[in-house]
């Protein structure tokens, strides 16, 4: 994970470049992915794919003095700012900077002229260290030197596809362009491909269709989904990751309706793992990407987020390899395997038979008088096998041990008592509920 990390790190992978291009060429020397072209000026919904943006150089002078550069830092220079060459007074840099007294010795990321339609390469933006602007002499003349190229060009979305048994498909979900970022974004990313690795070894057939989309944050998620409706259509869940390298704790972000199967999954992973306490925030409240998309009203697959929180390189320069971690990615990467694992294994039971099951026939029963706590719950899972639950969720609407109902209600499966369903996508929509345990 950490390999395809370094190799993305220093590319300028903003929304369209000539090195989003040369990214997908990294990928394809070890993924077989599919590679979604959005032209310049298309058209997705309301949202409209900006031209290629590529940095020639940009530098700040004083009295030919070099004081900082695209060289320095990629940082240096805002993605989508404009060209500009000329002599400025301290006020009016300030006024093109944007820095952050909370990290003064830092670069920052700054996002706001990409995602800005009204802003997009009409100004032009620098940022600076908080300490160096205030070292800065108030009565200095600045040279400020910015060339970029702007063209027409493609957005590219890279998809990666393990078919199923079954065309209900589950979404991974990532982004890759934050320049100069490393856990915002590309960890997710390197994630979210081992899952897909670990998945292809596991499983000889899986039962679901599992995908990893690899793209701009927002705008790829808003391309993808207004061109493949049918997938969407067939989709049970998404979920979406980033910060997972971070030396921090977990946080879980829940779907925008709460109460979905998809949430109750994680929630179930979470509790097995030991992990129920980390910080579980509602919908939008995490740090909000591409499950926002997947999971809009129009859109509406039910989608959830595992990330870290906090974060205090946030969107500095201080995002980089040094601050990925790789037993922190493997904490992941096992979470989200173990979510593939419950989806893999669940299923909607319904009895082949309409009389009560004989038993002691098949070794199904507890004793009333000496086992009767096993008793109680074997009667209660057999009572749900009419109710059009999943094992799963059979489990958790009586607040049982899912492990205990899974085990009980396979032993059904092995003697041909039983038939199966699987989980659908209107299942995972409707079926609304969480478990008691939270």
Known sequence: MLDIINKLLLKNRTIVSKDSAVCMDILR??????VHKYPTNSDCQTWVI????????ATLKLNGKLIASYDDSMLFLAPYSASFSGTISKQELINHTFTNSNVPDAFCYEHRLAYDFQRRLKEWRITLPYDLIQELPDDGEFEVDISV???DGNM??????????????FTFLSHYCHIAQANDGIAGGAVMLEVMDQIKKRYVKNKYTYRMLFMPEVIGSVAYTSENKNKIDNTIGAVFSEMPGANEG???????????????VFLQVLKDKGKLDCRRVPFRKGWGNDETIFDAPGIGVPSVSIDRY????????????????????EEVVDIILSVVDILENDYIPEQKKNAPIYLTRY???SDW?????????????????????SVLDIALKNDLDYHYVRSYISKMLENDLISTSIITPTYSKKTQFLPGFI
């Open 29 to 34: 020397q070890k993924y077989p992915i599919k």
């Open 50 to 57: 900006p031209p290629e943006w590529n940095v020639n150089y």
């Open 149 to 151: 190229e702007v063209k």
């Open 156 to 169: 590219h979305v890279a998809e990666l596809e393990n078919p199923g048994q079954s065309d209900f498909c």
């Open 250 to 264: 977990l946080q879980f972000v829940f779907s925008r309706r709460s109460n979905t199967y998809i949430d109750r």
């Open 310 to 329: 906090p974060f205090r390189e946030y969107h500095t320069q201080y995002d980089d390899l040094r601050n990925v971690h790789i037993d922190k990615l």
């Open 363 to 365: 070794d199904l029963y």
């Open 369 to 389: 008088t000496y086992e009767r706590e096993s008793y109680d719950v074997n009667t209660l899972i057999m009572d749900n096998l009419w109710s059009g639950l």
